[in-house]
C-alpha cells in the first residue's frame, strides 16, 4: 500500500476517533441531576434587587423535571417569590425534549397553545447545557421569549437567563448556582 494512502486511513480513522469522542462528552439529563442554589443581582432601573434562585432537576419516568424558585427582595422589604414546575419528555429530535404541561382528553401530555396566552416550552441539550426555552405571545401578537441555559461547571451549574420582548433585550442575568 502506497504511503499516501495510509496516510490517509490514519488520518479518517483519527477523525473518526475525534468524533466518537467528541459525541461521548455529550452530557446526559443525569449528569444535570440535583439541587443547586445561588443568588443575583438584577437591575430594574436605577434600582438594584437581590435575588434568591433555586433549581431542582429530576429524572422522570419518562423524562426529567426541572422545578425552579426566584425569591426577589425589593427596596422597599417587599419580598416575591415565583417558582414553576414543568415537565420533559423526548421528542422525536435527539436531545430536544417537549413540556408536558397538561394532559388531554385522553390522558396524554401536550403542550400548551401560545395562541391562547399560554406559554409553549421546550428543552434541550447541546454539549453541557441544558437550555429550557418559554415562548408567550401577547394579545396585542407581540412575543417575548425567555431562554435558561445551565451549563455543568466544577460543583455546580453556570446559569445564563435572557430574556427578549419583541427583539429587545429586556433582562439578563448571569449567575452560578452551587450543587447541594
Not at 33 to 50: K, L, N, R
Amino acid at each position: 500500500m502506497a504511503p499516501l494512502a495510509s496516510a490517509r486511513r490514519l488520518a479518517a480513522a483519527m477523525a473518526l476517533a475525534a468524533c466518537g469522542a467528541s459525541a461521548a462528552m455529550a452530557a446526559e439529563v443525569s449528569d444535570f441531576v440535583g439541587s443547586y442554589t445561588g443568588e443575583a443581582e438584577i437591575a430594574a432601573g436605577e434600582d438594584i434587587h437581590q435575588r434568591d434562585l433555586s433549581v431542582e432537576i429530576t429524572e422522570t419516568k419518562e423524562g426529567f423535571r426541572v422545578d425552579w424558585t426566584t425569591i426577589t427582595y425589593r427596596a422597599d422589604g417587599r419580598v416575591k417569590e415565583a417558582a414553576y414546575s414543568i415537565n420533559f419528555v423526548p421528542s422525536d429530535r435527539d436531545d430536544v425534549f417537549a413540556a408536558a404541561m397538561r394532559k388531554n382528553m385522553f390522558g396524554h401530555d401536550v403542550q400548551m397553545d401560545p395562541m391562547k396566552g399560554e406559554p409553549y416550552v421546550w428543552a434541550r441539550i447541546i454539549d453541557d447545557t441544558m437550555t429550557v426555552f418559554s415562548l408567550f405571545v401577547d394579545d396585542e401578537g407581540g412575543y417575548e421569549i425567555q431562554e435558561f441555559n445551565r451549563t455543568l461547571a466544577d460543583s455546580g451549574l453556570e446559569l445564563d437567563f435572557l430574556s427578549v420582548r419583541n427583539g429587545a433585550v429586556k433582562r439578563r442575568v448571569d449567575t452560578f448556582l452551587e450543587r447541594q
